[in-house]
């Protein structure tokens, strides 16, 4: 039986690391980076993966977190990529019904922009056509009394109608969170907190790593056959070390996405809308949350610390409050935000929002495999590619298939999304008890069937306030299962908190700080070091408002 991911798992991974030679290095913890570690174990490659900070810590928590078939590529004529990522997550939603939730999006459509009601009706079409839509997911019109009828929050002027497309909504952190135990229960060795500073080279080739252990301080070097820079933002700067950045190269363009409470913005289902500049947003209801974005804007500042500005604040407040006046946010009314980049290849003379989002692979003279660009969608097919190239130009003898199709994520053992909702019901009713009952679909979403374990804990450590207690058996769940080795790690990326609950993220910080405390047993000192990175993190997130 696999031991849990935890702590002390890394620990016994980073021992091994040093002492044999991988197959395959993976750099980078995001989407990317796991899917890749996942294909080349389930193909019985020796797997080794190395992130810098946390996983899923870049753009694999930052996105607009929707599997989706890639309506805006239709405009571009990017059929193929379409296609591509429409299947994809036919396959993904069947991998993980709880963490990929079908959503039907609403398309108003309007008089004066957009591409008016009968080419959205051609274009829609073709679009379910491509992605493999099931018949009874596809698109469907509407008049302007029903569209007005599913959206009232919607200004009635120029409303011509409207039109219901299917799309599916995830939560990219716990996506390749869910990814990376799979690759870990397959034989893949994987160590967050770990940077990556140099290469190895045997006679010119690259032949492993040279990595400093960020939590203890401690430097070691991995042999590997093979080296694959999967980094996301960083992808160039690896490539630099390799002295290997020459012709293409990244262009990062910065997406943003703001929180407000559902309550301040109720809108009935998610909603996809025109922009006057041309691009278009989605406004999404998530709890008791409702979060709007994305922008995309050019960016070459810090890759750790990407924050919302004040103007790309209000650039999405302007554009929704134009849309539905009804709703007249301001920025007072965010609760939180977030800001990711996009890994894009530069093109000469194409702004942000045209830059394609297919990725590419490179490969340097000393044999350095990068890849970059891509979508949240289309991560199986990106790992796909690299392993295949991986096993063709190095172990041909192995003759191994791509098998990430059919294997299912810790967690997502359920039949059909059918089979998620009675388990979200049977769990619902566990939780009337103890007045918890509107945390079943969070904790479904998040964990699927490894809720069985969150419950057993919460009810052999029940207390008074049962509300931390269950904060308090997801963050055992957490470090024990997930390799959580800090308050960020659990509070951001492990349960969403600080976007989509950041009243309860301020009522029990302190808990959490404490309960981290105890685990790890630090000083005071870590815990006064750890609470400042936190409020700092919380911080980030409302920059806006500390701007003139």
């Known amino acids: 039986m696999t031991p849990p991911f935890s702590f002390a798992i890394r620990q016994q991974a980073i021992r091994q690391m040093t002492t044999k030679e991988?197959?395959?290095i993976?750099?980078?913890?995001?989407?990317?980076?796991?899917?890749i570690a996942l294909d080349a174990a389930s193909r019985e490659l020796s797997v080794g993966l190395l992130e810098q900070s946390d996983f899923a810590f870049g753009t694999s928590s930052r996105s607009t977190k929707l599997i989706h078939g890639g309506l805006r590529y239709l405009k571009q004529l990017e059929f193929g990529l379409v296609k591509?990522?429409?299947?994809?997550?036919?396959?993904?939603?069947?991998?993980?019904?709880?963490?990929?939730?079908?959503?039907?999006?609403?398309?108003?459509?309007?008089?004066?922009?957009?591409?008016?009601?009968?080419?959205?009706?051609?274009?829609?079409?073709?679009?379910?056509?491509?992605?493999?839509?099931?018949?009874?997911?596809q698109r469907r019109m509407l008049t302007r009394k029903q569209t007005l009828k599913?959206?009232?929050?919607?200004?009635?002027?120029?409303?011509?109608?409207?039109?219901?497309?299917?799309?599916?909504?995830?939560?990219?952190?716990?996506?390749?969170?869910?990814?990376?135990?799979?690759?870990?229960?397959?034989?893949a060795l994987l160590a967050n907190y770990c940077s990556v500073?140099?290469?190895?080279?045997?006679?010119?080739?690259?032949?492993?790593?040279?990595?400093?252990?960020?939590?203890?301080?401690?430097?070691?070097?991995?042999q590997a056959k093979v080296v694959v820079n999967a980094a996301g933002p960083w992808v160039d700067e690896l490539r630099e070390i390799n002295h290997s950045k020459k012709g293409k190269r990244l262009h990062l363009t910065k997406g943003v996405h703001v929180v407000v409470a559902h309550d301040r913005f109720p809108v009935k289902q998610a909603i996809y809308f025109d922009v006057e500049d041309g691009r278009m947003i989605f406004a999404?209801?998530?709890?008791?949350?409702?979060?709007?974005?994305t922008t995309d804007t050019n960016y070459s500042g810090s890759k750790k610390d990407v924050t919302t500005s004040k103007e790309d604040a209000l650039y999405i407040i302007n554009a929704l409050n134009r849309t539905f006046p009804k709703a007249a946010l301001t920025l007072q009314d965010i609760e939180s935000s977030w800001a990711g980049l996009r890994p894009l290849i530069h093109e000469e003379g194409k702004s942000a929002s045209e830059l394609s989002r297919k990725d590419e692979i490179f490969e340097s003279e000393s044999g350095l495999?990068?890849?970059?660009?891509?979508?949240?969608?289309?991560?199986?097919?990106?790992?796909?590619?690299?392993?295949?190239?991986?096993?063709?130009?190095y172990f041909p003898q192995l003759n191994k298939k791509c098998l990430t199709e059919t294997i299912q994520f810790t967690g997502?053992?359920?039949?059909?999304?059918?089979?998620?909702?009675?388990?979200?019901?049977?769990?619902?009713?566990?939780?009337?008890?103890?007045?918890?009952?509107?945390?079943?679909?969070?904790?479904?979403?998040?964990?699927?069937?490894?809720?069985?374990?969150?419950?057993?804990?919460?009810?052999?450590?029940?207390?008074r306030d049962t509300e931390l207690a269950l904060l308090k058996a997801e963050l055992w769940f957490s470090v024990e299962y997930e390799m959580v080795i800090k308050p960020t790690d659990f509070l951001v990326r492990r349960t969403g908190l600080l976007y989509f609950n950041i009243p309860l993220l301020l009522k029990y910080k302190d808990s959490i700080l404490h309960e981290f405390k105890n685990h790890f047993q630090w000083s005071d000192q870590v815990v006064e070091n750890e609470s400042n990175e936190l409020e700092r993190v919380i911080s980030l997130s409302h920059q806006f408002l500390k701007e003139s």
């Open 412 to 463: 997502s053992d359920f039949k059909n999304y059918d089979e998620v909702k009675n388990y979200k019901g049977g769990l619902a009713i566990q939780l009337r008890v103890l007045n918890l009952e509107d945390y079943a679909g969070y904790l479904v979403h998040n964990y699927g069937k490894q809720c069985n374990t969150i419950m057993e804990r919460l009810k052999s450590n029940l207390e």
């Open 150 to 187: 599913r959206e009232p929050l919607l200004k009635p002027e120029d409303v011509k109608g409207g039109a219901i497309y299917a799309e599916y909504r995830t939560d990219d952190a716990r996506l390749t969170i869910e990814i990376i135990k799979t690759a870990f229960e397959k034989g």
């Open 197 to 222: 500073t140099d290469f190895v080279y045997k006679d010119k080739k690259v032949s492993g790593v040279k990595v400093t252990d960020l939590i203890t301080g401690t430097t070691f070097s991995v």
């Open 84 to 137: 591509e990522v429409g299947s994809e997550r036919a396959i993904v939603h069947r991998l993980a019904p709880h963490l990929v939730v079908p959503e039907k999006m609403l398309l108003p459509l309007y008089e004066k922009k957009g591409l008016g009601y009968w080419l959205t009706s051609i274009g829609l079409k073709m679009y379910d056509l491509l992605a493999g839509v099931k018949p009874e997911d």
């Open 26 to 35: 993976v750099i980078g913890g995001g989407i990317t980076g796991a899917g």
């Open 22 to 24: 991988f197959d395959l």
């Open 284 to 293: 999404i209801p998530r709890g008791r949350t409702t979060y709007i974005g």
């Open 369 to 393: 495999i990068s890849i970059a660009g891509g979508k949240l969608t289309g991560y199986r097919k990106m790992a796909e590619r690299i392993v295949d190239r991986v096993i063709k130009n």
